[in-house]
């Protein structure tokens, strides 16, 4: 999802490219394949890695090499905590997100494509993995199985386990995906699953702003105000994301299970009040899992589990005050008002 | 829905059929149709009509004519609030229930239906009008256009308005048949559009505590916890429900729509924490608009809109209180502690 095209300083380095990796995964046996990534700052500065939900991808921010904004380009403009003035910013495709694997994907084969491509592009350690949703996840897999590969974890909107709840409405969207397909219908069954899994991304409060007008009579039928705007979002994901790929990431988002006690770092666990898939009971059970290592973080916002794409100077203030964490700098937790900071 | 057979006191009077009725009806012009109806309880006794979902019908409780238990019966026993020994409860078959109008129906033409049904039988008034979600939409149109048909309302779980959000919801449902229809599998097509209802209608805590297993790998597939739950009910409600049936009463559902201030006699709103479909903003707005008819009860229950079906003691509890309320009783505000009770 490019948007504008975005200036950028063109002494910034930035390269991308792929690595080949043999990947041995949880259920899909060894596979061969190509990690395609993308590196933006300064030569020599600390790396932090940013990965996103599971149609986000490796283009975070609009760089030399690309000036497309990238889907994450609000938190790495000039200023921000993740200006790629100062850090080097690395991201990656997720594994399966071009559709070569038809077979289960679990997180913790997402953590070890990172691992490999770190030992590939020279990377001993990350200065911080930022993770927002399916990234959260990847991040807690990271932690647990590589914790020697990142200094510290940001986990926005994302926790420890797949909520059963959540779990069923993803379920429920496969089987939209599957009833296209079963009829060659493909394009609306996947549609039909974007818009359902729309409904989990948002929340009541921000419909009942944005739609509240009465519905219409269209061809013998009713049509409810918030329609246009869902057919909209299926068509703008069917045209860019392939269903094999995203039943795949979707199915990994469901398998996935962390331990928290195995995370080895310092962890900051970022919960949405109101995010309809991971409930804020779940952040705290990982915080509490977490002991030492976690603290959480509490935002309210009316976008729900999308609050990370939607609220970015909150999450750049938290960030801000994350990474500056243990550089002896004073607490953060005065420094913005809006994210209520508790210490676990 | 009728489960086990229920001993029933044969000395109850009870009728059922069906009278003849022509509708003039706001989107679908002015048709003949029979509306069906039961009515049980000792001749001369106040009427309480009683209607529920949109897949609820006519039979809401054992009688002497029919010995299956009704979709109400935890409601109807002996002892409640709502025991046919001491009062008629007359119900009916909503409007469209039957599948032979495929055109769009709107709860007012359902109140209308209601006033028919109550001229033919010679029932001037009832003693009060409980409705439970789509029956708390038609009991608010009853009082609206029709105030002088009834004492008083209950209204569970309804509210003047289709919440955007939920309107939302169900129109991706209608979707889901859509897609069924497109290539003839119609009964997955409604099984999928009844599954994600189920979501609505329940809450993510009851989901975590039920279905808190890891998934599965199935065919190459991950599958979750709920989906054999899920599976079932839209099983069920396929063998049960016609599509044009269930989609027209959906539709109407968000069609919904009445001024709280032509609402004409007194109303008790009862609201539920946690319900999905009808948020507690909505059930306040509704009291509000309904100003001195109006007051509010609210329950705290994890089976979200469904509390109705599955909280039954607390709802004859409360019903307890409502339907005594004006007969020189004393307030019934601290006879039971579960349901908070709120005047406004």
């Not at 398998?255 to 666990?269: E, I, N």
Request: aromatic share 6%; hydrophobic share 45%.
């Amino acid at each position: 999802m490019r948007a504008a095209v975005t200036a950028v300083p063109d002494v910034l380095d930035a390269r991308h490219g792929g690595i080949d990796a043999v990947l041995p995964t949880r259920h899909a046996g060894t596979r061969k394949l190509r990690i395609a990534y993308e590196l933006a700052g300064p030569a020599g500065a600390p790396v932090v890695f940013v990965a996103g939900g599971i149609s986000a991808h490796r283009h975070v921010a609009a760089n030399a090499l690309d000036g497309d904004a990238g889907w994450a380009q609000g938190l790495l403009d000039a200023g921000r905590a993740l200006d790629p003035a100062n850090l080097r910013i690395l991201a990656f495709d997720y594994v399966g997100a071009d559709g070569s694997i038809d077979a289960p994907i679990d997180t913790a084969d997402q953590a070890d494509a990172v691992a490999l491509l770190l030992d590939a592009l020279g990377i001993d350690v990350l200065e911080a993995f930022v993770g927002y949703s399916y990234g959260a996840l990847v991040g807690l897999q990271l932690a647990a199985r590589h914790p020697q590969r990142l200094r510290k974890l940001v986990a926005v909107s994302g926790a420890h386990r797949a909520h059963p709840y959540a779990a069923a409405w993803r379920a429920l969207q496969r089987k939209a995906v599957a009833l296209g397909q079963l009829q060659c219908a493909d394009e609306q069954g996947l549609s039909l699953a974007r818009q359902f899994a729309m409904l989990s991304y948002r929340t009541p409060e921000e419909f009942g702003e944005r739609f509240d007008a009465a519905p219409t009579l269209c061809n013998g039928h009713v049509r409810v105000a918030a329609e246009d705007y869902l057919d909209a979002a299926g068509a703008k994901f069917v045209a860019r994301v392939s269903a094999t790929a995203w039943l795949r990431l979707s199915e990994s988002i469901d398998l996935h299970r962390v331990d928290p006690a195995r995370v080895g770092v310092p962890t900051t666990v970022v919960a949405v009040e109101g995010d309809r898939l991971v409930p804020m009971s779940d952040a705290v059970s990982l915080v509490e899992g977490l002991g030492l290592n976690g603290r959480l973080r509490v935002l309210r916002s009316q976008y729900g589990h999308d609050a990370f794409l939607k609220e970015t100077d909150r999450i750049d203030a938290l960030l801000a005050g994350e990474l500056q964490a243990g550089k002896q700098r004073p607490s953060p937790v005065h420094d913005y008002n809006d994210p209520i900071g508790v210490s676990v």
